[in-house]
């Protein structure tokens, strides 16, 4: 048998709360769960989510991975994989 009085309580029905309004229940040691972002107003799952390149910082990792084209990859070379079908 576990130990008695050594668990906190269960609240198998705890009220997530978000901008004052409850969004959902859920289990939980705490009888209500504040919280600033649910899935409900986040960007990513409302699909408002933007992307900023700034500075062009996408298309530098893109082009430093070679994840341009399938046509024009490069290896770790500098050898493109047009190249290397050919020498083979």
Request: net charge negative; charged share 25%.
């Amino acid at each position: 048998m576990p130990k008695s009085d050594i668990h906190p309580t269960w609240y198998p029905e705890a009220k997530v709360i978000c901008n004052g309004e409850v969004v959902m229940t859920t289990g939980s040691t705490q009888p209500e769960i504040h919280v600033d972002v649910w899935s409900g107003n986040h960007p990513f799952f409302t699909g408002t989510q933007k992307i900023l390149d700034t500075e062009g910082r996408v298309d530098r990792f893109m082009r430093k991975y070679g994840m341009n084209s399938p046509d024009n990859q490069t290896d770790a070379k500098g050898k493109s994989n047009k190249e290397d079908k050919q020498d083979s």
